[in-house]
C-alpha cells in the first residue's frame, strides 16, 4: 500500500497555451460553435445540400454563411496526390456536433470524465477495473515532472499554513479538523521524502473518453463507469461544456488541453500503471498472442523465466502446432535455433520456407542415427560411459518389453562388454573410437550362451536381422548443422515411434550439449513416449537439466488424461514456466482443473473456447489467449489441407525451399 499525498497547492499549470488546428471546412462552424456557447445551444452542421463530389479547392470555405458539410472523399490517396484538399481535412471526420455534455463526431457520441479527487491509500494495479472495463473507452495519463525546489517551497508554506490552522482552533478552544491533521501528517512525511530525495513529484492528469452509438447508450455507460469510479473512491467528473477540450485530451495527441491535474510522488504514480496483466508482457521476446481480456499483447522472452520449458494440452486440432510452429518462427527470427521431432510431418512444410533441414526416418531414408554414439563432453565428475549405458538401458527396456531383475543385470552387462568389445571404457581418450552398432549388442548377448540372454537377443533380432533392418542399426549419418531441423517419423509404424523418438531425442540431447546455444526443442505428440515409463522419464531428465544447456523444450500432447495422471507428466507441467491450455474435452477438464488450479469460468472458457483460444500460463500468472497469426505467418504454418489457399488472392505462389522463394524474389524484382 502506499498513498497519495493530498494536493498541498494547485501549482501554476506550466504548459503551452492551448491552440487547435482547425480543419479548412471546419473553421466556419468553429465560430458559430463559439457565438452558439454563449447562448448554451448546441451546434451541429447542416446538412449541406451540395452533393457535388468535388471537394472546394483548398479546403476553402463557400463564402456563404451556411456551413458547408464535407464532401465524401472516394479516395483519399487521390485527393491528397492531387492537391485537391489540404491533408487535415481529409483527415477531418465529415461532422462534429459539441453539446454541453458530450461530443458527436459523424455518428459517435463521446463524453469525457476528468478525475477531480484520488483515495488516499492505493495498492498496485488499482485502476484495473478501469482499464479492463467492459467497453471500450480512451483513457490518458497525463504526467509531468516538477522541479523538486518549487514544491519544497509550497510544501513549506502549506505545512505553515496547516500548523497555523491547528494552534488558532487549539487557542480558541476549539476542536482541530481531524482532515486538516490528515493532510499535515501527509505533507510533513513528503517533505521529508522529497528532502532525502527518496520521492520525486509528479503532476499527473487522468482522463477517460467514452465513445457510444447513441446518446442513451453514452448515458448509461458513463453511469456505470461513475460508479466503478466510485467503488475505487475516485472522484470523476463530466467534463460539461468542455467536451471538445476533454476529447482532444484523450486522443493520442499527448495533448493535455484540459489541464486539470493533481500532484502525485513516484509510488503513487507507478501504482497507476494500468497494464495489470503486466507480467505477461515484457519488452522482448516473441509475440504468443493477444490477451483476450485487455486486448495487450502477450509478449515473453522464454529464456528470461527461471527455465524454458513449456507444455501444451488441447483436443486434436484445436491449434496446438499452429501455436508451436507460430513461436518456432518468431523465435528463429530472433536468433534462436529450433529442433523439432514431428511425428505427424507437419513441420515439413515450415522447415522448407525457412531454409530449414528435414530429416525424415524410414527403413529406406539415408538418415541415420546409431543410438550407441557418445556424448564426448567431459564434465567434472560425470561418467559419459556410465550414463550412455543407462540411457541405453531405458531404451532397450522400450524395446524389449518387461524385464525381470536378471534380465536386466544381464542387458547391463552385455552394453558394458559391448563398449569394451570396442575398446571403449570409462577412460575419456577410448571414448572417440568407434561406438558400437546394435548387431554388437546382439553378437554379445547371443554369445552369452545363457537362455535368458538368448531371449533378449531375440528380443532384439528384428532389428538386425528381421523386418526392422536398416532402421537403427547404423552408424549415424544425420548432423544438425541447421538453425530449424525437423525430424519426422511418421514413415514408422505406429509401434516404432517411441523408440525412434526416444533414439532422435537422446540424439539431440548429445548435440545440444556439445555445443550450447539457445534453442527450442519441441516434441510433439509427446503422448507417443509419455506411454512407456522408461521413455517418458528420459523425457523427465531432458525437462529437468535443459536449462542448464540453454534449451527450452516443449511437450505437445492432446492425451491430456494420460499424460496428466502420471506423476512424470505432472512433474513435467510443473517444471515447465511456460503452459498453454486450449480447448479442452470434458472428459479431460476436470483433470486438467484439479493440476492447474483452473477456476469454474475458466474451465467454462477452456470448454467452450474455439480454435487458438485458451489460457496461458507464465510463472505464477496468467491469462486468456488468442493466438493471431499474419496471413503470411498462415501460410507458412498451416496445416488444413483446405485452408492451403488461404489468401489466395493476394499471392497463390505456393510456398517452397529458401532457394526457390531467392529465385521468385529476384524474378519479382527484375521480370523478363
Ligand atoms: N490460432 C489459429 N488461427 C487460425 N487457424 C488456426 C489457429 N490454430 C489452428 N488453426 C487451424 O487449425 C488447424 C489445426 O491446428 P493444429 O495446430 O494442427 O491442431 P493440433 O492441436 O491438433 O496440433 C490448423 O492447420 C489451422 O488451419
Ligand atoms: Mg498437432
Given at each position: 500500500m502506499t498513498f497519495i499525498t493530498q494536493k498541498c497547492q494547485q501549482l501554476k499549470a506550466r504548459r503551452t497555451p492551448y491552440s487547435m488546428d482547425v480543419p479548412g471546412f471546419l473553421k466556419k462552424k468553429q465560430t458559430i460553435q463559439e457565438d452558439a456557447a454563449q447562448t448554451s445551444a448546441s451546434v451541429s452542421l447542416p446538412q449541406s445540400q451540395n452533393v457535388d463530389n468535388t471537394p472546394p479547392p483548398n479546403g476553402?470555405?463557400?463564402?456563404?454563411n451556411t456551413p458547408t458539410k464535407k464532401p465524401p472523399i472516394p479516395s483519399p490517396t487521390i485527393a491528397f496526390s492531387q492537391k485537391q484538399m489540404p491533408l487535415i481535412d481529409i483527415l477531418a471526420p465529415q461532422s462534429m456536433e459539441v453539446d454541453f455534455g458530450f461530443i458527436k463526431i459523424n455518428n459517435v457520441y463521446f463524453r469525457t470524465l476528468f478525475i477531480a479527487g484520488y483515495p488516499r491509500f492505493v495498492s498496485p494495479g488499482w485502476l484495473e477495473p478501469i482499464v479492463n472495463f467492459d467497453n471500450s473507452l480512451d483513457i490518458s495519463f497525463n504526467i509531468y515532472p516538477v522541479a523538486g525546489k518549487t514544491v519544497l517551497d509550497d510544501l513549506r508554506r502549506k505545512i505553515a499554513e496547516m500548523e497555523a490552522e491547528i494552534a488558532t482552533d487549539l487557542e480558541r478552544g476549539k476542536i482541530v479538523d481531524p482532515s486538516t491533521q490528515a493532510k499535515l501528517e501527509d505533507a510533513r512525511t513528503l517533505q521529508e521524502q522529497l528532502v532525502k530525495g527518496s520521492e520525486r513529484y509528479f503532476e499527473f492528469s487522468l482522463y477517460i473518453t467514452i465513445p457510444a452509438p447513441s446518446l442513451e447508450e453514452l448515458n448509461q455507460i458513463t453511469r456505470q463507469i461513475e460508479s466503478t469510479l466510485g467503488s475505487l473512491l475516485i472522484v470523476g467528473k463530466r467534463a460539461t461544456l468542455d467536451m471538445e477540450k476533454g476529447f482532444l485530451s484523450s486522443a493520442p495527441f499527448g495533448r493535455d488541453v484540459l489541464s486539470i491535474t493533481r500532484n502525485m510522488d513516484t509510488t503513487s504514480l507507478a501504482t497507476t500503471f494500468p497494464l495489470t496483466s503486466a507480467e505477461l508482457s515484457s519488452d522482448k521476446g516473441v509475440l504468443y498472442g493477444i490477451n483476450s481480456q485487455n486486448d495487450s499483447f502477450i509478449i515473453f522472452d522464454r529464456f528470461s523465466l527461471e527455465n524454458s520449458n513449456m507444455t501444451i494440452f488441447a483436443t486434436s486440432g484445436a491449434g496446438k502446432s499452429y501455436f508451436v510452429k507460430l513461436e518456432a518462427l518468431r523465435s528463429l527470427m530472433l536468433g534462436t535455433e529450433v529442433i523439432v521431432i514431428d511425428p505427424e510431418s507437419e513441420y515439413e512444410a515450415l522447415a522448407g520456407a525457412v531454409g530449414g533441414q528435414f530429416v525424415s526416418f524410414s527403413f529406406n531414408s539415408p538418415s541415420k542415427i546409431n543410438?550407441?554414439?557418445?556424448?564426448?563432453i567431459y564434465e567434472e565428475g560425470e561418467n559419459q560411459l556410465g550414463l550412455k549405458i543407462l540411457t541405453l538401458h531405458s531404451l532397450f527396456k522400450v524395446i524389449m518389453g518387461q524385464l525381470n531383475a536378471t534380465q536386466e543385470a544381464l542387458l547391463d552387462r552385455a552394453l558394458v562388454a559391448t563398449y569394451r568389445a570396442k575398446g571403449i571404457t570409462q577412460d575419456p581418450a577410448t571414448q572417440k573410437r568407434e561406438p558400437p552398432l546394435m548387431e554388437d549388442l546382439y553378437k554379445i548377448l547371443m554369445g552369452m550362451e545363457t537362455a535368458e540372454a538368448k531371449d533378449l537377443a531375440a528380443r532384439i533380432e528384428k532389428f538386425v536381422k528381421g523386418s526392422f533392418v536398416g532402421m537403427f542399426d547404423q552408424q549415424t549419418s544425420v548432423e544438425i548443422k541447421n538453425p530449424f531441423v525437423v525430424f519426422s517419423v511418421k514413415d514408422l509404424q505406429e509401434a516404432l515411434r517411441p523408440i525412434a523418438m526416444f533414439i532422435i531425442l537422446d540424439f539431440i540431447w548429445t548435440r545440444v550439449r556439445r555445443d550450447i546455444k539457445r534453442r527450442l526443442l519441441i516434441v510433439d505428440e509427446a503422448w507417443h513416449m509419455m506411454r512407456y515409463e522408461d521413455s517418458a522419464q528420459f523425457l523427465w531428465s531432458v525437462v529437468k537439466r535443459a536449462r542448464k544447456y540453454f534449451l527450452g523444450l516443449t511437450t505437445i500432447t492432446q492425451d491430456v488424461e494420460d499424460f496428466l495422471s502420471q506423476d512424470i507428466g505432472k512433474a513435467i507441467v510443473t517444471n515447465s514456466a511456460l503452459r498453454l491450455l486450449l480447448k479442452q474435452s470434458p472428459a479431460a477438464i476436470d483433470k486438467i482443473g484439479e493440476v492447474f488450479y483452473l477456476s469454474q469460468g475458466e474451465k467454462q472458457l477452456l470448454m467452450g473456447a474455439n480454435i487458438g483460444e485458451g489460457i496461458f500460463f507464465a510463472g505464477p500468472h496468467h491469462a486468456p489467449i488468442s493466438v493471431v497469426a499474419s496471413k503470411e505467418e498462415h501460410k507458412l504454418i498451416d496445416s488444413r489441407p483446405q485452408e492451403k489457399t488461404f489468401n489466395e488472392n493476394v499471392d497463390s505462389r505456393p510456398f517452397a525451399t529458401t532457394e526457390q522463394v531467392t529465385q521468385r524474389n529476384q524474378y519479382d524484382r527484375n521480370p523478363q
Open positions: 476553402e470555405v463557400a463564402q456563404n543410438p550407441f554414439d557418445l556424448t564426448q
